[in-house]
Each structure stands twice: as structure tokens, then as C-alpha cells.
């Protein structure tokens, strides 16, 4: 990330040229040119936002989104243990303003697809050609048993930044030295799979300078986790001894949890802690289950090529939400998916075919102060799936804990936002 691509570029130059097609044509935003609305300003719904003013300029879009502010979940893990302040890692919706798209900060209550229109919560109503919805992720509170929404003020989740970062950065700067640190980690697809290590490896870092004698247990309900070989690598070498990872055969997947005590119940018995960090199960956010754009197994079935509902006509969902084949739940993933519904709408208001399918992501973990490790992806549309293009054999490997990741890191997040916020 921070060099564009030449893929990128050329794409970029293709879709300026429609832009140009359709103002040669003199359509007119304010009246009958076509109407996107977009639902959900994070991460996936303000770029695919930004992407369509600049791929058309003359399309009238709509971004609903009832928070004004919005708290970004990548960087926040550093926010905890003090390498960042909250300040840096929110964004307001004035850039979506100046970049031409009518923002409304209110809630959507339902869909009628019939009717092409969105309800509002303070009862108004909103006509549409083309929806993209991106509700992101719901926590499903009561797993593990007793952990609710009133448990998560005394165990912080912080998988939703904001309030919830700053409450578990408080119990982490109040806890005693000698303590421990858990975090559970849930089965099941989730957002930025590779979070909880992140969190584990940035407060050993805390815990390292400030805390000595505490160490962190990461009680995990899976088996396995992403880069496992790099993130248990640096976790020997930077932090030693202080940093445990319990898989599920050994006592991993918390069942109950006691808030009054701050036990940890699992097959290996009960686990007293000093700070708990909880991260429940995780769904689409509640809009896309009550609109019907969830299936069976929870999750958002698309089309591959343009993010097209499969349950729901002139409907796209993108991010978190949507089933994305290989894809992670991430925020790089979901730009790139917003990138390529913006192309497809576009492409579908000039009555052609959605362009083939050009889908990245990249993952960076903090490991400290000094150090990152990165996880990179290209993904691709083949017999009707999403998948990986497994890098050939003469490239060499860059994913290594390095500070030049480090760098790469703050850039990324730098480009992401502006790409995503105008900020």
C-alpha cells in the first residue's frame, strides 16, 4: 500500500472515462440522474461512497449513517497501550460533504425493494436506484455464558472502537503489576482475524515497561490463527514468558464467565484474572438479518463480480457483512470490495457488464513500538468463488516482522482513510 498499483491505475483511468461518457450526455445530478444510496459510513460504505462520485460525478449519492463520528477499529489496539491518542483515530463525515456526497446522520429501519426505498427512522423515506448496504458486524452477546451487554462494562469486548477502547485502556493502566491479562477469542468467522494477536503482542509491550511481573493468556476457541509461526517467532524473542496461547484441547474456549469475580471458566478448569478482554461471536450488523439479506448460516450470500445480493435485486452489500469467499473480515478488504461495487453499479447505469474482479487486502499487526508484521492477499473471481492467487515461486516472502512494516502500517492507515473518509 501508499504506491498505487499500475493495475490500479489503469483501472482508475477506464472508470474516469465512463465518468466522462456520462457527463458528455448532460445528465443531470439534481433531477433524473440516477440515485445510489448508501447504508453504513465505515469502512466499506464511505469508500464505495467516494468511489462513485469519482468514477460519475453525475450520480446523486446518499450516505446514511446515524453517527457523526466514527471511530476506526484498526490502530485502536495501539490507542490501548498509548502509541496513539483516540483523537488520531476518528473521523468526522465533513470530508464526505466536501467531496460531494449528501450525508444524512440518521438510521435505517427497513428496505422495500419493491419500492426501491429506504425507511428512516424519524419516519421519513428515501428512493433509490441502486443500495449498497454495509451494516458491518453485530456481537452476539450470551456467548460465553454471561457475558451481555452490561458484562462488557466490567469486560471490555473493544472489538467496536471507541467508548469500549477507552474503557479497557483504563482497566490496563489501573491493573496492578503481577497480574494477568486474558483475552478470549471466539470460534467462527469474525472481524480482523488476526486482532486478538495483535492486542495480545501491543499490551505485552504495555505490560513489558510498565508491568513486568504480568504476563497475557490468550484463551482461544480455535485451533489455529493467522501467521501463527510469526506471531509466536516474535512473541519468544520480544516478550518471553509473557505471553501464553491456550488452544481449545488444552482449555482454550472460554464457556462462562464470572463478572462479580472476573473468572474465566473453561475445560481446564476456573481462571481469576485482573483484566479480562472478552470478544464474543459475531454476525451481520442487525439491518441486513431484519432486511433479509442474510442467509441461513447468517452471513450475506453476493454476486463475486458486483456485490449483488443473491436474495435481493439492485441490493449490494460489501465489508464485513458479505460472504467474500477467501477474503478476510477487514478493513483493506472492504475498500477493495467497495472499489469494485462502485465499478459495477457504474457499469450496470451504462447497461454493461460489471469489469472483471481485481481484489486485495492487506493486514497489518503491531507488535510494538519498533516492529509489524504484515499479511497480504489478492483475491480473484474463478468458477463463481472468490479466491486466492497464491503468489508465484520467484516471489520472495516480505511478511516478516520488520520496522519497515512498521512504516508501511501508518502509511496504509494514512491512504485507507482518505480513501474511505476523505480525512
Known amino acids: 500500500m501508499g504506491v498505487m498499483r499500475r ?6 483511468g477506464a472508470l474516469a472515462a465512463g ?3 456520462w457527463q458528455a450526455r448532460g445528465l443531470s445530478a439534481a433531477v433524473d440522474s440516477p440515485r445510489v444510496v448508501v447504508i453504513g459510513a465505515g469502512f466499506a460504505g464511505g469508500a464505495c461512497a467516494l468511489q462513485l462520485r469519482r468514477v460519475n460525478p453525475s450520480l446523486h449519492i446518499t450516505l446514511i449513517d446515524p453517527d457523526l463520528r466514527y471511530v476506526t477499529c484498526p490502530m485502536s489496539s495501539a490507542v490501548l497501550v498509548d502509541l496513539r491518542s483516540m483523537g488520531s483515530i476518528t473521523v468526522t463525515r465533513a470530508g464526505m460533504r466536501r467531496a460531494g ?9 427497513a428496505i422495500d425493494p419493491g419500492k426501491r426505498r429506504v425507511r428512516l427512522r424519524g419516519g421519513g423515506e428515501i428512493g433509490y436506484d441502486r443500495l449498497v448496504v454495509a451494516p458491518g458486524i453485530r456481537l452476539l452477546f450470551g456467548t ?3 457475558y451481555d451487554a452490561a458484562a462488557a462494562l466490567r469486560m471490555p469486548h473493544a472489538w467496536q472502537a471507541g467508548a469500549q477502547t477507552q474503557l479497557l485502556a483504563a482497566q490496563l493502566h489501573s491493573m496492578s503489576d503481577g497480574g494477568t491479562v486474558a483475552i478470549s477469542v471466539p470460534t467462527g468467522l469474525m472481524r480482523c482475524p488476526p486482532g486478538p494477536y495483535e492486542r495480545a503482542s501491543l499490551i505485552a509491550h504495555w505490560l513489558k515497561q510498565h508491568r513486568p511481573r504480568s504476563k497475557v493468556l490468550l484463551f482461544d476457541a480455535n485451533n489455529q490463527f493467522p501467521r501463527q509461526d510469526l506471531f509466536t517467532a516474535a512473541w519468544q524473542e520480544l516478550y518471553p514468558g509473557m505471553i ?13 464467565v464470572d463478572v462479580r469475580t472476573s473468572t474465566l471458566y473453561t475445560a481446564s478448569g476456573a481462571h481469576r484474572v485482573a483484566l479480562a478482554n472478552i470478544i464474543p461471536p459475531q454476525a ?15 452471513w450475506c450470500p453476493v454476486k463475486p463480480a458486483s456485490f449483488e445480493s443473491e436474495l435481493m435485486d439492485n441490493v449490494h452489500v460489501i465489508g464485513d457483512a458479505c460472504i467474500a469467499g477467501a477474503m478476510p473480515k477487514a478493513a483493506s478488504a472492504a475498500h477493495s470490495q467497495a472499489v469494485q461495487c462502485a465499478a459495477a453499479i457504474a457499469a450496470a447505469f451504462e447497461g ?3 469489469p472483471v474482479a481485481d481484489l486485495d487486502s492487506v493486514c497489518y499487526s503491531l507488535l510494538g513500538r519498533e516492529t509489524a508484521l504484515a499479511m497480504r492477499g489478492r483475491y480473484e473471481l474463478a468458477e463463481g468463488e472468490i479466491r486466492q492467487v497464491k503468489p ?10 520488520s520496522a519497515q512494516h512498521l512504516t508501511e502500517a501508518a502509511a496504509w492507515y494514512a491512504q485507507i482513510r482518505a480513501e474511505c473518509f476523505a480525512s
Do not use: C, K, N
Not at 101 to 109: A, F, K, L, S
Not at 244 to 256: C, F, H, K, L, N
Open 7 to 12: 493495475r490500479e491505475f489503469l483501472r482508475r
Open 19 to 21: 465518468a466522462a461518457s
Open 101 to 109: 456526497v449528501h450525508y444524512r446522520g440518521e438510521r435505517v429501519t
Open 144 to 146: 460465553p455464558e454471561g
Open 244 to 256: 501464553e496461547w491456550i488452544p481449545p484441547a488444552e482449555g482454550g474456549a472460554v464457556m462462562r
Open 284 to 298: 451481520p450488523g442487525q439491518l441486513a438479518l431484519d432486511a433479509g439479506l442474510a442467509s441461513g448460516h447468517g
Open 352 to 354: 454493461r457488464a460489471a
Open 392 to 401: 508465484v515461486a520467484t516471489q520472495t516472502p516480505d511478511q516478516a516482522p
